[in-house]
């Protein structure tokens, strides 16, 4: 009676150890086939995660492989697999795959003081869940070498418009204007600071006129007349 009690626990461990292995195989094919159905460029990272099966949800042997859709038509964040089997006709199961796309963005590489200039030292690329990007950050460093923080950065933080200044008040620019085709530059003080794109106040060294420009790179300010 021992004896044939501990050849059934033997084979119930065996069979639960091979149903197991299935559902893990199951999960993983659903994964895989979710990403075939993804286009993606080198700005991104998709990384997807598909629901751990019950391995009491009974799974029988498809000897002509188990085939894979799209329940909902279409991949979403939370996108539902569903698999058949040619030879199981009234045999369904549904796995549910949750997408999670991560995009590139400038973070620091150390913790950083307020008012360090920035160099390709203390910055790296780093793959960030798109929920956590809020305004405006930036995916490559050299748009960011040399602008100054406007505030301490931890490390691994994202690095935004609002953390830093191309061109920070009192720094000396160059104001470019275009006058009748002829683009005219001289030197100026910064009255504000700005980022990219921002609209700062500048003095004119050689004038002393106060004039309002747009920040177009580092030490560059770009005036209409």
């Not at 780093?126 to 301490?152: M, V």
């Amino acid at each position: 009676m021992i004896k044939i009690a501990s050849s059934l626990l033997i084979f119930c461990f065996s069979l639960t150890a091979h149903t197991s292995e299935l559902h893990q195989q199951l999960e993983k094919s659903a994964e895989e086939f979710v990403r075939s159905q993804i286009s993606s460029d080198a700005s991104q990272k998709i990384e997807l995660t598909a629901n751990q099966l019950d391995d009491r949800v009974a799974i029988p042997q498809c000897p002509s492989n188990y085939s894979y859709s799209l329940a909902n038509d279409e991949v979403r964040r939370n996108t539902i697999v569903l698999v058949t089997c040619a030879e199981h006709i009234n045999w369904r199961l549904y796995i549910p795959v949750r997408k999670q796309v991560l995009l590139a963005a400038v973070v620091a590489a150390a913790p950083l003081q307020e008012g360090a200039r920035l160099n390709d030292q203390q910055l790296e690329t780093s793959f960030i869940p798109q929920n956590r990007l809020r305004g405006s950050y930036f995916t490559e460093l050299p748009p960011l070498l040399g602008a100054k923080l406007t505030r301490a950065i931890r490390k691994g933080q994202i690095i935004t418009g609002r953390d830093i200044c191309i061109i920070c008040k009192g720094d000396v620019v160059t104001i470019s204007a275009n006058m009748g085709g002829l683009k005219v530059t001289t030197r100026g003080t910064a009255l504000s600071s700005g980022s990219i794109g921002d609209t700062i106040k500048v003095r004119n060294s050689q004038s002393q006129r106060l004039v309002t420009g747009r920040v177009k790179a580092l030490g560059l300010v770009e005036v209409k007349l």
